[in-house]
């Protein structure tokens, strides 16, 4: 505590020492590399401050209790679903109770896709109940549901190569598990390359680092011009077990059932909320998670760490009676697992004003203890960012890497503006990713008390910064 006050005495002075001048000709910032590794070094008493709060003082485990009670009372949110609307009108009265500013709601229109019953179950050689989700988008099958043999194939290319093999068949991929980014195209294309070679059906195994027989669900896309076919996802272990029995020749018969119904587009909303700048307002740093899940689990880990440590962030700097000079914009995504579709309609009402955004980030990939930064940006960006980044060195959390996209933050990144993720230990994260196991039980509070004071130490003194990031 005592610690605390000395800090927060620190803070106040400091804040009388940064607020200079801004120095530019023709938009060109003249300051020396060396005067903005001092300005920003001025700011280690404030990194300090935020650090204590978030980790040691009266706001630990604040983010955790906050994401338990939202998800608790809720549970999953798929995009259109009433969970979902709930939990959008939650965070905005939460938001407000808060005390932070220009909270309201922005309103957006996204896909409404329903899971209905379903089941797929192994006729041949044996009976076996197949553990499945179906993908989202999925159409249904004919009530009767889909009776038919599978070819197990372990890529693409062998799909192609027996492609006179898949007609009138259910295909089952049993691809192994590279990383995420190469795997998941099986996911989000398998029943595209399926259906252009006949199959009635496909079944993905999941795209997971580890599997205790749960099933991974997650977007698929069909294609114009490419009948659509059903299509879910089936557990590491039924893949494997297909793939060594087609191996032996040993026939294979599924009977797949699927009710999954698509609607009309939703209403819904991205939620915003602000600390207002108090020298350039018009200037935006942007932190942001996503709101909606999938209907499996709480969403818990995906991606309501995200959205819970992005208003801590806010909430730290509030609590500390800091302004910084930009105004600091909190936004929860809508329909973030259908492709970004609330962040991009977000970007279509304001990349008017893109050259005022000095740097959006987003956590999206949980929230397990931080050990670093991605970072998308100029090479003098990125250098300034690794001297922000060195503040955090009390917690030995200094790497900047490379590879800052998110989904929700991708386009404005491609018109040009800086952009940030938060980098943590993934070693779990694809254990539950989609699943089931997406529950408050992944989440630990103490690491979210280290990933919140990462993210509000970087929003801060970025957003205070005298001068906006440098582009390319």
């Not at 209790?65 to 679903?81: F, I, K, N, Y």
């Not at 999925?138 to 006179?164: H, K, M, N, Y």
């Not at 590279?178 to 259906?195: C, D, I, L």
């Not at 997406?438 to 205070?464: E, L």
Request: hydrophobic share 40%; charged share 20%.
């Amino acid at each position: 505590m005592e610690f605390l006050i000395f800090t927060y005495f620190g803070v106040v002075h400091l804040l009388s020492l940064c607020s200079g001048k801004s120095i530019y000709k023709n938009g060109i910032s003249k300051r020396t590399f060396q005067e903005i590794k001092e300005e920003i070094a001025s700011y280690g008493d404030i990194a300090k401050a935020i650090i204590n709060l978030a980790v040691y003082g009266k706001a630990q485990n604040r983010s955790y209790e906050r994401l338990a009670l939202l998800v608790d009372t809720v549970g999953p949110r798929l995009s259109g679903s009433k969970n979902l609307e709930k939990a959008i009108q939650i965070m905005y009265q939460n938001l407000q109770r808060d005390g932070l500013e220009n909270v309201h709601l922005e309103p957006v229109r996204i896909p409404h896709w329903e899971r209905g019953e379903e089941s797929a179950v192994m006729l041949e050689p044996r009976t076996h109940k197949i553990a499945m989700l179906g993908l989202g988008s999925s159409i249904r099958t004919p009530p009767e549901g889909i009776t038919a043999e599978v070819l197990v194939v372990t890529s693409f290319d062998e799909l192609q190569r027996r492609a006179s093999e898949a007609r009138g068949k259910i295909v089952v991929y049993n691809q192994p598990y590279v990383n995420y980014s190469k795997t998941v195209q099986y996911r989000t294309q398998g029943a595209v390359e399926a259906a252009k070679v006949g199959a009635l059906a496909s079944l993905i195994r999941s795209v997971a680092s580890f599997s205790i027989y749960s099933p991974h669900t997650g977007i698929q896309e069909y294609q114009d011009g490419v009948p659509k076919i059903p299509t879910a996802c089936i557990t590491v272990e039924d893949a494997e077990m297909m793939s060594r029995m087609a191996a032996r020749g040993i026939k294979i018969v599924i009977q797949l059932k699927m009710v999954e119904k698509t609607y009309p587009d939703a209403d819904s909303f991205n939620t915003v909320a602000e600390i207002t700048g108090s020298k350039y307002p018009e200037q935006v740093v942007l932190v942001s998670g996503h709101l909606d899940s999938w209907d499996v689990g709480q969403g818990a880990m995906d991606d309501g760490g995200g959205v819970f440590i992005s208003w801590e962030a806010l909430s730290l700097i509030k609590d500390l009676g800091l302004r910084p000079k930009r105004t600091l914009r909190l936004v929860l995504w809508t329909a973030e697992e259908q492709g970004g579709i609330g962040a991009f309609q977000y970007y279509q009402l304001h990349k008017v004003n893109v050259s005022n955004y000095s740097l959006v980030m987003e956590s999206d990939a949980g929230t397990f203890l931080p050990t670093g930064l991605q970072f998308t940006g100029s090479e003098k960006a990125r250098a300034i960012m690794e001297e922000v980044m060195s503040l955090l060195q009390p917690l030995n959390i200094t790497q900047v890497l490379s590879h800052g996209e998110g989904t929700d933050i991708n386009f404005w990144i491609q018109a040009g503006v800086p952009g940030a993720s938060l980098l943590d230990d993934l070693y779990k994260y694809f254990f539950f990713h989609h699943s089931y196991g997406d529950t408050m039980t992944v989440m630990d509070p103490k690491q979210m008390n280290v990933a919140a004071a990462v993210w509000a130490v970087v929003s801060y003194v970025v957003a205070d910064m005298e001068e906006m990031l440098p582009r390319s």
